[in-house]
């Protein structure tokens, strides 16, 4: 038999290909979301960028920190050519994977070889230099996946979408660019879709990998992982799932499959069919509720991370949109 093997872990992809499930949306989302927006443009980001000494010759490093949301300092790395290739590309923003920040600043060289200049977010508590000092009203079972997961003004992950939602009023501030990309992969292209879905002027996702959406299906179904996080917290600390319908509430506001509508930007999506920690479907739900141009890229023999021949892809993509001549 010809074609591409069935995934024998998920659905086979000629379901996958239609697979669209309801949103879960409440009725207060969009208003919960707009309410964090107009809070955030009353709060200064007091944005202080240090110029740092790299060895690359043509690029420019800087260590940057600015005011996340409501609270804690959120550093970041901001590189830029040191002289100005084409002044109608736009700006990048990349976010890093789940408690696995390895960004470095060669990641942005793709960028930077074509005038683009990057900003290397680091998500508040995953790292050194991002301290979270928000008070939750609960503790977690681990990790950062059940931290205020019960009240979704209280959730860690609202906190996170409105800090990369502030990083890219940092990088037009110190780029004096409008237009941004967003991108990267897991838990980053979650925030890349969250942060397509609430800033304007975002030109195009990149998202590889997607985390954080379709949460019940994906609690489901993912056997490594943080999702087993929340599995966890039920097990331990909720055996009779007293919380259940709080804890799945306050996902909602948050799962990428719900802000997916909002994007109108272009948008390409990388999904493994062996992904046993973003499970295939999960992407596929959101891929199928974006809105604007979109496109899909299946990697049938890979999981949790997809071919080196997708960063070639991305670079195809962002070409398609552009005419920087």
């Known amino acids: 038999m010809g074609g591409i093997p069935v995934n024998l872990f998920d659905l086979p992809l000629v379901q996958l290909q239609t697979y669209q499930p309801k949103q879960t949306k409440k009725k207060d989302f969009e208003v919960f979301w707009n309410n964090r927006i107009k809070e955030s443009k009353l709060q200064a980001l007091d944005t202080v960028i240090e110029d740092r000494m790299y060895y690359v ?80 009203k609960n503790g977690g079972s681990s990790g950062w996946m059940t931290l205020g997961i019960t009240d979704p003004d209280n959730y860690y992950y609202s906190y996170v979408y409105m800090d990369c939602y502030r990083s890219v009023d940092v990088l037009r501030e110190i780029s004096g660019k409008t237009e941004v990309i967003a991108e990267c992969g897991s838990q980053g292209g979650a925030l890349a879709v969250s942060t397509a879905a609430l800033q304007d002027g975002i030109s195009a996702a990149l998202v590889d990998i997607p985390f954080l959406t379709h949460f019940k299906r994906s609690i489901e179904l993912a056997t490594e992982g943080p999702y087993n996080e929340i599995y966890h917290y039920f097990k ?55 809105g604007g141009q979109k496109q899909i890229q299946v990697y049938p023999e890979f999981a949790h991370g997809l071919s080196s021949v997708h960063e070639e892809r991305k670079l195809q993509f962002i070409s398609s949109l552009y005419n920087w001549s």
Not at 63 to 83: E, Q, W
Request: glycine share 6%; charged share 15%; aromatic share 12%.
């Open 57 to 136: 010759p043509g690029v420019q490093l800087y260590d940057v920190t600015f005011n996340g949301f409501r609270n804690s300092r959120i550093h970041a790395m901001y590189l830029k050519p040191d002289k100005e290739v084409n002044s109608k590309t736009p700006a990048a923003v990349i976010f890093h994977g789940y408690n696995w920040n390895n960004l470095q600043p060669n990641y942005a060289f793709k960028y930077l070889i074509q005038g683009i200049p990057v900003l290397l977010v680091e998500v508040r508590g995953q790292n050194v230099n991002s301290p979270d000092h928000n008070h939750y």
């Open 236 to 290: 331990l600390h909720d055996p009779l799932q007293k919380k259940r319908s709080a804890v799945f509430d306050t996902l909602s506001y948050v799962d990428c499959m719900n802000l997916a509508s909002h994007i109108s930007c272009p948008s390409l999506v990388g999904v493994g069919l062996e992904d046993k920690v973003c499970p295939p479907s999960s992407g596929f739900a959101l891929y199928h509720h974006l």
